[in-house]
């Protein structure tokens, strides 16, 4: 694997996350159970929407085959798209996305914060202007947790359920393949073993807070990042979002 | 107009109620601790609230195309957008709380339809110039009758609108900006911007509601400064601005009839289908089945999330107790 080949496939896992990850909250819209989250739900979808159109614009200048982010976006099919397993999951009910939301937040603060130091100035760049947005998501989606874990007995009970249910797409956050073992020794990205135990601690806390047990099993599904085999709902996110750039090829919108 | 065929309450001739009047007269605003006509109220919060109503259903015919948006930067304006209109009608609601009305009760009766919101939220997005076209030609409308209501008697709405009004004016222009690429672009985008101008045309005239001859709820409305000017006004004044937008797009407006008079200094053009216009308002639109629904479902579906949230604060006040 050359050098570029590894970074361009790191910045297409930076932006393929948000990007996938900004299209489901993005499904909220006019449906959440309070008008403060249907503007809070929005406000993510857009800050993620932005992030992406970083990342996917770095990979498209570091590709050099003349790619915009919205090619990159909207004109690979899955196997190309390197977003985690997690990011892709549906959203459930509102604690399910919330659940989702918040591991992910977790684990985005963690690296967005080693990601400042990245020997790349445009990642440490991007990291620096993302990081100022994920503190905020952390903080809601962490305080969410915590309030519909420790409501009633229903709220408890749904979001026991989500955690348990998402608990096996947390894995692949943390488990380093050759891009990451690349990254990590070109000094671009950190050592993703080592992001977890600033995890664990951080999540430990909200979850414990939230009187809800993180489930007792370390297995983790593979397949998102490396693009290996995705879940069977990207294909129908991709179907959505790209269907128009796929139906009128080369318009200009 | 957001605010359609309000029912105006009628005024007394209590010593109260004509300095009220004086008030209004010379230009003053009036704040929520101040003494106000019962009618007064009641009208501004069916006013407000139904303005309120229609920015949260106003949600539903865009968020329908923000999965869809063609590009990233489509998407992130879309969001921004929809953004703001949940944002308009929070503080619409909380406006209209300071009415002695709370946000719940404004909800519950949107939800059983004892509250309307504008007919225009009843059609439905079917291709993405509908973006373009909405932001146009519906925002365009909303912005006719809300920029003279920034100087609306009741100050929390006057206030409301100023802020409200900024961004409409973005949401207007983006709108404008989609219509553009659409128009200028491909023979299937400019079809599209047609075919969104033909069928959200009439839609958007019939915004402003009936007109006046048969508008039973005007004139007091105008006397308390509640409601700014006339319903056949403001269409006019839509209509001499919306055209040569039209035309400058080579876009083509649905009506034959349409035609400039020098005489009066703007268009003459054909009315609506008012028994349309009167079945839509009955729940008989295309998608008032549709957009009620999907309300009612976000609310029923997210009672477990607020009640949680209310157990959780709750809590959380019990235990600060105990440890002071």
Redesign the interface.
């Known amino acids: 694997m050359t050098d570029t080949t590894a970074y361009f496939e790191f910045l297409c896992r930076m932006g393929d996350n948000t990007?996938v990850l900004g299209?489901r909250v993005?499904?909220w819209?006019?449906?959440?159970?309070?008008?403060?989250?249907?503007?809070a739900l929005?406000?993510t979808?857009?800050d993620m929407?932005?992030q992406?159109?970083m990342w996917?614009g770095l990979a498209g200048e570091v590709e050099g085959e003349g790619r915009s982010?919205?090619d990159i976006?909207?004109l690979r099919d899955a196997w190309d798209f390197r977003n985690c397993l997690l990011c892709e999951q549906p959203n459930g009910?509102?604690?399910q996305t919330m659940m989702r939301q918040f591991l992910f937040d977790a684990w985005h603060l963690a690296m967005l914060t080693e990601l400042q130091n990245s020997s790349e100035q445009r990642v440490a760049e991007i990291a620096a202007k993302a990081i100022k947005e994920v503190q905020y998501h952390v903080e809601r989606s962490g305080d969410t947790v915590?309030?519909?874990g420790?409501?009633?007995a229903?709220?408890?009970e749904?979001m026991q359920k989500a955690l348990n249910l998402l608990w096996p797409y947390v894995g692949e956050l943390f488990t380093p393949d050759a891009v990451d073992t690349a990254m990590a020794e070109a000094g671009i990205a950190p050592d993703l073993t080592k992001l977890r135990v600033g995890f664990d601690t951080h999540i430990g806390q909200v979850l414990s807070e939230a009187t809800l047990a993180i489930p007792d099993s370390n297995f983790a599904h593979q397949g998102g990042k490396s693009g290996f085999q995705h879940s069977e709902h990207l294909g129908h996110i991709l179907t959505?979002?790209q269907?128009?750039?796929r139906a009128?090829p080369?318009?200009?919108? | 107009m957001y605010a359609q065929m309000v029912k105006s309450e009628s005024t007394d001739e209590s010593a109260e109620a004509i300095a009220f009047q004086a008030r209004i007269d010379a230009g003053e605003k009036i704040e929520p601790k101040d003494w106000m006509p019962a009618g007064y109220r009641k009208t501004l919060i069916r006013q407000m609230g139904q303005h309120a109503h229609s920015e949260?259903v106003g949600?539903?015919p865009?968020?329908n195309w923000?999965?869809?948006?063609?590009?990233?930067?489509?998407?992130?304006i879309l969001?921004?957008k929809?953004?703001d209109e949940?944002?308009h009608?929070?503080y619409l609601?909380c406006g209209a709380e300071t009415l002695g009305v709370t946000?719940d009760e404004l909800t519950e009766m949107l939800l059983d339809g004892r509250m309307k919101y504008s007919s225009i939220f009843n059609y439905p997005t079917l291709t993405?110039a509908d973006m373009g076209a909405v932001g146009w030609l519906v925002d365009g409308a909303a912005i006719m009758n809300q920029v003279p209501l920034q100087r609306t008697s009741y100050g929390p709405y006057a206030r409301a609108m100023v802020r409200i009004c900024k961004e409409e004016s973005f949401h207007q222009r983006q709108g404008y900006d989609?219509m553009m690429?659409m128009a200028n672009?491909?023979p299937?985008?400019k079809k599209m911007a047609q075919d969104a101008l033909n069928r959200l045309w009439f839609p958007s005239l019939m915004m402003f509601g009936p007109s006046d001859a048969e508008s039973t709820h005007s004139e007091q409305s105008m006397k308390w400064k509640i409601k700014m000017n006339t319903n056949d006004e403001l269409r006019q004044k839509f209509v001499d601005q919306t055209v040569p937008q039209a035309e400058y797009l080579g876009l083509t407006v649905p009506d034959k009839t349409l035609k400039w008079n020098d005489e009066k200094g703007g268009y003459d053009f054909a009315e609506p289908n008012w028994d349309e216009f009167f079945e839509v308002l009955k729940g008989n639109g295309p998608c008032n089945t549709e957009r009620l629904a999907?309300r009612n479902?976000?609310?029923d579906?997210?009672?477990?999330?607020?009640?949680?949230?209310?157990?959780?604060?709750e809590?959380r006040k019990i235990r600060k107790v105990a440890a002071e």
Request: aromatic content about 8%.
């Open positions: 990007l299209h993005s499904e819209c006019g449906h959440a159970p309070i008008l403060e989250e249907d503007i929005a406000n979808a857009l929407i932005g992406t159109q996917l982010a919205d976006a909207m009910d509102f604690g915590i309030a519909l420790d409501g009633t229903q709220s408890h749904r959505q979002m269907w128009l750039q009128y080369g318009a200009s919108w | 949260i949600q539903l865009e968020g923000i999965t869809r948006a063609p590009t990233l930067e489509r998407k992130a969001l921004a929809v953004q949940a944002g009608g929070l609601y946000r993405w989609i690429k672009g491909t299937a985008q999907a479902k976000a609310w579906d997210g009672k477990w999330v607020r009640d949680g949230m209310m157990a959780h604060a809590k």
